[in-house]
């Protein structure tokens, strides 16, 4: 479990590092390390040259000055946890992030990380695309664009990040007043990779009728998935049948390769259980 | 006081929490070469060819050799166990030698099988090289279940021998037939055990030098078993006894797969005798997961006859144990699978019949327990299917069918392994079953159930019974330092156990002096020059004792040189002090062991007295047996199938404890290896014989937020068998705990579970798929 030879830079800016990812071909960009170091050790993942991007304090920030709240890429995980700051602006992300493996793992892994690596399976790039965020890319040859969290994610382990770009900063809305959130997660083990996870955001009008429902599923197909449709209940006051009764509806057409009974029994679940948290939180006074 | 008896503190911890254990890893300077294993990537194919050609010609490679290369220096691993031939008559015993080679030659039998070795200047450029061995392969068809490998038409695993299996066993008590047809129910079922095993914090490793002015190999490994490694070592190699040297440094666990003799152990001695220079092995966990030993595996149709109270009146059992590729514990497994399904009952109408056989799946050896889990799960799932047809709870169906202490001592009528008739010497199995209910009362239930009304909440109960103390011996060693300091060792290798702690408690009882005088030194074949090793929950009765007898000569012979020091005819050793027989002997002086020991040193009074050096071989009459019950709570989300165990207890039928500290250590560090092999863990193998378990992500090990609090009832029992009255207790935490939480998930979702582990899925469908039934009792 040693890695096949690599050639490393350590970068002393952003600029540095988007030189380096322009000039090597098969570049890997090295942040918490929680990911792409295992695969390099099992020799399932072979760049000739890594980039670190650790040193980069000024990805390490978050500002919050506007409606939305733009976190670095170097945050790690277990800021978003713990850091009160982010707990109130984006309690969703730190539910979330309290189920990213264990704290040692939160201590290193970084929210550019866990987005750039696109598994379907992890908590914060489902948390994106439910709460409507959006990705900045950047790139010597093209400068900074912006790809919202929905479009960001293709297919497994794979995003709209091109070989040359670096992840700088994700925008995310702030939580709301009459907005609750769920987040849920069905595991063998805390930590372990979810067998099926939702993240829900419910808001309330001040009659308790469902303006906004916007909800997502991890482990449940190739990408983070959004889930909550047009046909929602936008408008109605909802009991506990209804979200059940949507949670059915929006896992009924998924595929799913193995088990899909079970699978789709677990999504629904957890769907349910993210939408009920979510309701449960807007109402609350 | 006695020392035998108190929770003292593990002597060997401090150095452990500092990080100052010496682990095979931390062995070794710089000058050392790394050695990596290629393993084949196929699960059953012929070696066309090993082109190493390519991996010779990398930068920092000192050599590669393949299994064509290293055969002539080392032959086939020898089989570690062979029962009495007793035992072997009365269960027409038989098995078949796999004769695995150390590397690979013209076939390998499972993925991860050993067929090359490159040595280089460290590990990284080992790897790189070894990514350069081009392994040709002619793919054969694979077997990968049992069943399947012991029906005629199925692809042979080892060509050579014609046929799959690898072991067969039978004994019949009573007249099962009769008793059958006289029954008033009779429930049939198959139930299975999936393949787990150890996965100790440590993986295995092997550190071997030259000693060029003795011209002696020493080796140093991460093994529960040094003396058999020396002994498997030499055998293979041609090599005399005195050209080896085998110790254990410190172990990070054991629980079975480091009781065994791997290839490495014999290729990394070879090579660094070979080249005249240090080599080291450490294995990684991928390896890990490929090549270490693993367990369980097991399949066992089974059919119990009651009477209408309940009353057991015949069991049979006839099972099916996966060895993979081979393993040199078969006689081990297929009997304490054999011996064990009596369990701790009233039961004179019994059928077994077991067969092993050989699998395109990694190797097996004996896994914390090594047959009796899976023997314990037949026969209490069994009872709990019994129970549930005639209307009877758990509980009571086990009070009708206990030995209770008018039953016992109780006369099995079978040999055990040694071939000494098997004899139960226990207390009261009933009454330690009671203790356990009475530790988890079902108020507690009704309270746990209040706590979690998310979940559905179900209660079980197992027992076990385990043999334990195998012989046939154990060394040990007792000796006086010149300064007055005593050095004890013992054949048994520590993989984390506290030997440290338990034989210097023993050693200073017996010398009459505190623990903090002794030194403790074991796994070491320096130390003492013959011995078994530790595993099947013996170091307590074997090395407990022999340390134990050794101190005690050593003690007798010491009081014949005090009485020629103080001129005395008889001398006694009270409280540490050497004083005369006879009160009142006019003018005795005193000698402490201090004083003793100046006596024999140069120019003292006894110069020429050979030293204070006593080694000895304890020899058990036979096992002793340990009985427990185990009790469990389970909280099942019928929803998920996600099951949380919410409270646990053991009673247990220890005999004297040496430490009770440690012995509680045991039990819970047990109960957690069992909840990981019903509920989490398991080796799982694709169809065509790759595995699909290759990292601890998709090999699931209990973690701390899966256990319970766990509640140790010692009921203790000291045995006749042995002088200080142990009985081994390594295992007692793991044996029932599959067929205990089975039974609470049963009770929770009402469905029979007849499978481990408990999926998520499985629970998820038994709870779709049954009806809550009433909970019995």
Not at chain 1, 25 to 43: C, F, I, P, Y
Not at chain 2, 695 to 706: F, I, K, V
């Amino acid at each position: 479990m040693k890695p096949a030879p690599f050639e490393y830079l350590r970068a002393d800016s952003v600029a540095d590092a988007l030189a380096a990812l322009a000039e090597h071909e098969d570049a890997k960009v090295l942040a918490g390390g929680q990911s792409l170091l295992t695969l390099m050790n099992l020799r399932l993942a072979r760049p000739s040259m890594l980039v670190d991007i650790g040193g980069l304090a000024e990805l390490d920030r978050v500002f919050s000055d506007s409606d939305d709240v733009l976190i670095g890429a170097l945050v790690r995980h277990r800021r978003v946890e713990t850091d009160p700051e982010l707990r109130a602006l984006v309690p969703l992300a730190a539910a979330a992030a309290a189920h990213i493996g264990h704290v040692g793992i939160r201590n290193r892994g970084t929210l550019g990380g866990t987005l750039a690596h696109a598994d379907p399976a992890a908590e914060l790039p489902l948390v994106m695309v439910t709460l409507g965020a959006t990705c900045y890319l950047e790139s010597r040859a093209d400068g900074v664009r912006a790809v919202p969290a929905e479009q960001f994610f293709l297919s497994y382990y794979t995003s709209a990040l091109r070989p040359d770009e670096l992840l700088t900063w994700v925008r995310v809305p702030r939580s709301r007043a009459g907005q609750g959130w769920g987040f849920v997660e069905l595991a063998r083990r805390h930590g372990d990779f979810a067998m099926a996870g939702a993240a829900a955001l419910v808001s309330l009008d001040s009659f308790g009728r469902v303006y906004e429902v916007r909800a997502g599923l991890m482990s449940a197909g190739e990408t983070p998935l959004l889930v909550s449709g047009p046909d929602g209940v936008v408008g109605e006051v909802a009991a506990a049948r209804r979200w059940d009764e949507l949670a059915a509806g929006w896992t009924a057409g998924l595929e799913f390769s193995e088990d899909p009974e079970y699978a789709r029994a677990l999504a629904r679940v957890a769907l349910r259980r993210a939408l009920t948290e979510a309701a449960t939180r807007a109402a609350a006074p | 006081m006695s020392w035998v008896g108190r929770s003292a503190p593990r002597r060997e911890d401090a150095q452990f929490l500092a990080g100052r254990g010496r682990f095979v890893a931390d062995l070794g300077d710089a000058g050392a070469l790394h050695a990596v294993f290629v393993r084949s990537t196929q699960p059953s194919a012929a070696l066309l060819g090993v082109d190493v050609s390519l991996a010779r010609a990398r930068p920092g490679v000192v050599g590669v050799y393949t299994g064509a290369d290293l055969a002539g220096d080392a032959g086939p691993l020898p089989t570690l166990h062979e029962p009495h031939p007793g035992f072997a008559a009365a269960t027409r015993f038989h098995m078949v030698d796999p004769a695995l080679p150390c590397l690979a030659v013209d076939e390998v039998l499972y993925v991860g099988q050993p067929l090359a070795v490159v040595l280089a200047h460290n590990r990284h450029l080992a790897e790189d090289a070894a990514e350069l061995v081009d392994v040709r392969y002619a793919d054969r068809a694979a077997v990968t279940d049992a069943t399947e490998a012991l029906a005629d038409s199925s692809p042979v695993v080892h060509e050579r021998l014609g046929g799959n299996e690898a072991g067969r066993i039978g004994f019949a008590l009573g007249d099962v037939d009769a008793a059958r047809a006289g029954a008033h129910l009779v429930v049939t079922e198959t139930y299975r055990m999936g393949r787990h095993g150890a996965v100790p914090l440590e993986c295995r490793g092997v550190f071997a030098s030259v000693d060029h002015r003795r011209d002696r190999v020493e080796v140093w490994t991460s093994t529960q078993i040094p003396h058999l490694v020396r002994d498997a070592l030499c055998r293979v190699t041609g090599w005399a006894t005195d050209d080896v040297r085998v110790a254990a440094p410190d172990v990070g666990g054991g629980f079975g797969t480091k009781a065994n003799v791997y290839p490495e152990e014999i290729i990394v001695p070879v090579l660094a005798r070979r080249l005249g220079l240090p080599v080291s092995w450490v294995e990684d966990r991928a390896e890990h997961f490929l090549a270490a030993a693993q367990g369980r595996d097991q399949v066992h149709h089974t059919r119990l006859a009651v009477d209408a109270a309940g009353r057991i009146l015949s069991w049979e059992d006839d099972f099916v144990v996966d060895l993979g590729a081979g393993s040199l514990w078969t006689a081990g497994i297929l009997a304490n699978t054999a011996v064990h399904l009596l369990g701790p009952y009233r039961m004179t109408n019994v059928r077994v019949h077991g067969r092993a056989a050989f699998t395109n799946k990694t190797v097996v050896a004996q896994y914390r327990g090594a047959g009796r889990p899976e023997a314990c799960f037949a026969l209490e799932r069994g009872l709990d299917h019994a129970a549930r047809e005639l209307g009877l709870s758990q509980e009571e169906i086990r009070r009708r069918n206990l030995l209770t202490a008018a039953d016992l001592p109780h006369r099995v009528g079978l040999p055990y392994r040694d071939g000494v008739p098997i004899e139960l010497d226990g207390g009261d199995y009933l009454a330690c079953f009671e203790a356990c209910l009475d530790a988890l009362p079902r108020a507690e239930l009704t309270r746990l159930r209040a706590e979690h009304p998310e979940l559905a909440v179900g209660y079980g109960v197992a027992n076990y019974l385990e043999a334990t103390g195998r012989g046939p011996y154990e060394t040990g060693r007792a000796r006086l330092g010149a300064g007055g300091r005593f050095a004890v060792a013992a054949g048994s290798a520590s993989a984390g156990q506290g030997h440290q702690t338990t034989l210097a408690q023993v050693a200073a009882d017996a010398l009459g002096v505190d623990p903090a005088e002794v030194d403790v030194v074991n796994g070491d074949t320096d130390a003492v020059a013959d011995g078994i090793g530790t595993f099947a929950s013996r170091s307590a009765v074997l090395a407990g004792n022999a340390v134990d007898q050794a101190c005690r000569e050593l003690v007798g012979r010491a009081e014949g040189l005090a009485a020629q020091v103080l001129g005395l005819s008889e001398v006694r050793l009270r409280a540490g002090v050497f004083k005369a027989a006879h009160t009142g002997t006019a003018a005795a002086g005193t000698l402490t062991w201090a004083e003793l020991a100046a006596t024999l040193a140069p120019r003292g009074a006894l110069a020429d007295e050979p030293p204070l050096d006593v080694t000895v071989r304890y020899r058990p009459p036979t096992v002793t047996w340990t009985m427990g019950a185990h009790a469990a709570v389970v909280g099942v989300d019928r929803e998920t199938g996600l099951c949380r165990v919410l409270h646990y207890v053991v009673a247990h039928e220890g005999g004297t404890e040496i430490n009770p500290m440690i012995v509680h250590g045991q039990i819970v560090g047990g109960v957690a290896q069992g909840i990981g092999g019903a509920l989490l863990e398991e080796f799982r193998y694709s169809a065509d014989g790759q595995p699909l378990t290759g990292s601890l992500a998709d090999y699931l090990l209990p973690e701390t937020t899966d256990m319970p609090p766990v509640r140790v009832v010692a009921r203790h029992t000291p045995t006749a068998a042995n002088p200080l009255g142990v009985r081994g207790a390594g295992e007692s935490g793991t044996i029932a705990v599959y067929a205990a939480v089975a039974a609470a998930v049963e009770d929770a979702v009402g469905a029979h579970l007849t499978a481990t582990p408990i999926t998520p899925a499985l629970v998820w469908r038994a709870a779709s798929r049954e009806p809550v039934s009433g909970r019995a009792g």
